[in-house]
C-alpha cells in the first residue's frame, strides 16, 4: 500500500496512530515524523481537485 495514502487516512481520522504505525510497518514515533512533513505537491494537487461543499 503506498505510504502516503496510509498517511492521508490517519490525518483525516480513519485510522489511528497505532494502526498507520502497523500498516507502514514502523515505530508510532516514526509515525509522528512522517505525519509532522509538510505535503507533497501531489497531496495538495489532489486536494485542490476535490470538490467544496457549501
Keep these: 500500500m503506498d505510504k502516503r495514502k496510509v498517511i492521508t487516512a490517519y ?13 507502514l510497518g514502523i515505530d508510532s514515533l516514526q509515525v509522528m515524523g512522517m505525519v509532522d512533513d509538510p505535503p507533497s505537491k501531489e497531496a495538495v494537487r489532489a486536494l485542490r481537485k476535490l470538490p467544496v461543499n457549501g
Design 11 to 23: 490525518r483525516r481520522g480513519f485510522i489511528t496512530m497505532q494502526e498507520c504505525a502497523q500498516i
